[in-house]
């Protein structure tokens, strides 16, 4: 499988609404172009998941947050 397959295989394999976050950062970071490398899918794909876990685990505390501070624990 060469890297552009490998690239396209990867962006098919993750969830669709990630797919299409990773195609967007792809597409604002590096060009409008089709066509990236494995590493390129990976990185992007590897911050967008680290966005994501960061601002799940501050939806999370602020949750927590509010519920310490009106007293529903």
Do not use: C, I, W
Request: hydrophobic residues 40%; proline residues 3%.
């Amino acid at each position: 499988m060469d890297n552009n397959a490998a690239s396209t295989y990867l962006l098919n394999a993750l969830p669709p609404h990630f797919a299409g976050v990773v195609r967007e950062r792809l597409a604002l970071t590096l060009g409008g172009h089709e066509e990236y490398t494995l590493e390129q899918v990976t990185e992007v794909s590897q911050q967008a998941f680290n966005d994501l876990k960061a601002f799940h685990e501050r939806l999370l505390r602020n949750s927590l947050d509010n519920r310490n501070l009106h007293g529903n624990v």
